[in-house]
């Protein structure tokens, strides 16, 4: 029988994990790594050049037991052969859940609705190759006959944040004379920094949104297509001008010719999308060639998440720990910090990908969930937050698990960067483990030299806690294959999570209500305000503004 959401906090192996958590939250990490030497190789996968070593947790292996207990009581296993099989497990939307259709390198048939999905997939592939191609080799020339040598994406979320994430990713394996920009925010800034650095006669825009209907978007492809029209006339639009959708109506309306469109499809979620033509920016950068070995990385993994055993499956362990955390010890937010700069725009992608996934208050069952769900997740690149949050993460009150991404070689091994980078990246996971106690840092003064009054007065602010829990996922390269492999591990993990929980993890509700409002506040803000019905603080804020613009 299947647990409701409401049983899954009081089913027995919930309130176990409870009791387990409550006799086992004071066991030191450090002590554990003493007694037993084998912890590390015990707590650690590898899958091709990508080891997930999650030894530094605060677990035993009766935690282990009883979380993948609780895996299997919520049907982990079932739920992923369904999204595998093309059901349509996104019950809001009653829509399948196909982004590992996009990189399904063995073309077996998927199905929805008795369709196989494969050959509308791979036409777009083939699509995509023959314009990327001519893009890089300058045979799809602008209007005046120059080659497009700079790629503007115009998209928001899903449709902005994977491409920008897998293109800074994959910068080192860029076309040597192409240069890429993203524009996503409603800002007129975003635009304007964008059109301010770009020639029209050497600019491919590429309109990205699934729905094609998307105010920021839309708003930012109008300006970008009157600057291009008011530099080289209207003709020049079908040379400059290329859309990815799932809305030919909406496309056409806008101005851009279905057969310069790109296709996807309503199984493909915005934050899943950039396996899809989404990611024709990524494609023209990086070549197809290069764009299709990332899709065979997350290939890897996909068929690693579907056939490996719970207890040997990275993402259901990650996920696992997760949950951990989240609703046993109560840790509401999580860290993921890439040591590597080209991954300096992973923690904004996977922001979305957590938070608008899982971010949910209603079960699957339609029932107000009372357990948590969806942590904060945030990060940046290491070593650069090491000298921003880190103090927190170290010494703070509230403890956050921090995910460690590091690539054992560089794309730039210059001088002894790249080992200071990996012993600083080693360092902290060791440090938030293993702390310092207050007998360490007076033991240190001592050494320094400092006065007993000197010990007494700073002895505490010199300790670590430690118990400070952290995985770290170790690459050989940032190159696609990897990242392939990295973003759909994390895809999976958030999948599974939000099978813990109950979640549909394929909605987004909770983004329309911000846009409604602003809907019915923009002409106000004009003075076409017919009777302000809002709070009184947004109605004086409104008059505020009104009158600092006039
Ligand atoms: O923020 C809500 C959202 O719908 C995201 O899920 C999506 O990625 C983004 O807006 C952009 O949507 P679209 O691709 O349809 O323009």
Partial sequence: MFMSSKEVNKSRIWKKLERHYKSFRKTEMRDMFKKDPQRAEKFSISLDNLTFDY????INERTMKYLLTLAKERKVAEKIQQMFSGEKINKTENRSVLHIALRNRANTPIYVDGQNVMPKINDVLAKMRKFTEAVRLGEFKGHTGKKLTNIVNIGIGGSDLGPKMAVEALKKYWAKDTNCYFISNID?????????????????FIVSSKTFTTIETLTNAKTCRKWLVDALGEHAVAKHFVAVSTNVKEVEKFGINPENMFEF??????????????GLSIAIAIGMDNFEKMLEGAFAMDNHFKTAPLAENIPVIMALL?????????????????????????????????????????????????YSTAPVLFGGAGTDVQHSFFQMIHQGTSIVPCDFI????????????????LANVLAQGEALMRGKTVKEAVEELKKSGKSKEEIEELK???????????????????????LGMLVAMYEHKVFVEGVIWDINSFDQMGVELGKQMALSILPELGGNATGLSHDSSTSRLIELIRKLRK
């Fill in 406 to 421: 590091v690539p054992a070689i560089s794309h730039n091994e210059i001088g002894e960067h790249h080992e200071i980078l």
């Fill in 55 to 58: 030894s530094k947790n605060r």
């Fill in 265 to 278: 499809w309503d199984f493909v979620g915005g934050r899943y999308s950039m396996w899809s033509a989404i």
């Fill in 460 to 482: 505490k602010y010199k300790s670590f806690p430690g118990n400070r829990p952290s995985n770290t996922i170790v690459l050989k390269k940032v190159d696609p294959y990897s």
């Fill in 322 to 370: 997760g949950v951990w955390y989240n609703n046993f010890f109560g840790f509401k937010s999580i860290a993921v910090i890439p040591y590597d700069q080209y991954l300096q725009y992973l923690p904004a992608y996977l922001q979305q990908l957590d938070m608008e996934s899982n971010g949910k208050h209603v079960s699957l069952d339609n029932q107000y969930i009372k």
């Fill in 188 to 204: 007129g800034t975003a635009c304007a920094e964008v059109l301010n650095k770009v020639d029209p006669e050497t600019t491919l």
